[in-house]
T-cell receptor, first 112, second 114 residues
Framework: LAKTTQPISMDSYEGQEVNITCSHN???????ITWYQQFPSQGPRFIIQ???TKVTNEVASLFIPADRKSSTLSLPRVSLSDTAVYYC?????????????FGDGTTLTVKP | DAMVIQNPRYQVTQFGKPVTLSCSQT?????MYWYQQKSSQAPKLLFH???????NEADTPDNFQSRRPNTSFCFLDIRSPGLGDAAMYLC?????????????FGPGTRLTVT
């Protein structure tokens, strides 16, 4: 399984764009990159998933360079409610299920 | 609207007393997972079911067992809880489509061992 490395914590202010980078140097050809958000005392919630280049949805963008050894989650104009832990996962999510492992996560604190 | 339901939300058990946590889903997903999450740590996969096919992680202690009697329900049994088993237990589901799909997590059951 590809191991991921993320910053332990990040601080930001309301209205700013936040970029969280995840390193996954030994990502395999069939691996996808998935990001989850977790609030205290809740289960993680899917944010975005990608394989290469750029993926955008209504809440975030995911940038993946050509070598796929890293990825960057971009949160536009964060608010206080975006304070949470963000996890980067790499793996074959579902061909035989459960092959993704949660990394240590990045605690994002958004300040007013 | 709840899609993955976990009961109870809080469970207190005594050291060595068996306990069962339950999870149900309304999504009709093929895969159900159990994770253990200790304070300030990432979720750790214990095992998962792909339909009726049980897949145990190599480092999951024998003390943890699981049952999936049908598509909708999955149970986590802790045969002899120790103090180190106090944690949040998360159930998740996902759909097998041939390409990776997201996991849907329940709210978790917080287990306290006294």
């Amino acid at each position: 399984l590809a191991k991921t490395t993320q910053p332990i914590s990040m601080d930001s202010y309301e209205g700013q764009e936040v970029n969280i980078t995840c390193s996954h140097n030994n990502i395999a050809t069939n691996d996808y990159i998935t990001w989850y958000q977790q609030f205290p005392s809740q289960g993680p919630r899917f944010i975005i998933q990608g394989y290469k280049t750029k993926v955008t949805n209504e809440v975030a963008s995911l940038f993946i360079p050509a070598d796929r050894k890293s990825s960057t989650l971009s949160l536009p104009r964060v608010s206080l409610s975006d304070t949470a832990v963000y996890y980067c996962l790499v793996g074959e999510e579902n061909t035989n299920a459960g092959k993704s492992t949660f990394g240590d996560g990045t605690t994002l604190t958004v300040k007013p | 609207d709840a899609m993955v339901i976990q009961n109870p939300r809080y469970q207190v058990t005594q050291f060595g007393k068996p306990v069962t946590l339950s999870c149900s889903q309304t999504l009709n997903h093929n895969v159900m997972y159990w994770y253990q999450q200790k304070s300030s740590q990432a979720p750790k996969l214990l095992f998962h079911y792909y339909d009726k096919d049980f897949n145990n992680e190599a480092d999951t202690p024998d003390n943890f067992q699981s049952r999936r009697p049908n598509t909708s329900f999955c149970f986590l049994d802790i045969r002899s809880p120790g103090l180190g088993d106090a944690a949040m237990y998360l159930c998740a589901t996902s759909r097998v489509t041939g390409t990776p799909s997201e996991q849907y997590f329940g709210p978790g059951t917080r287990l306290t061992v006294t």
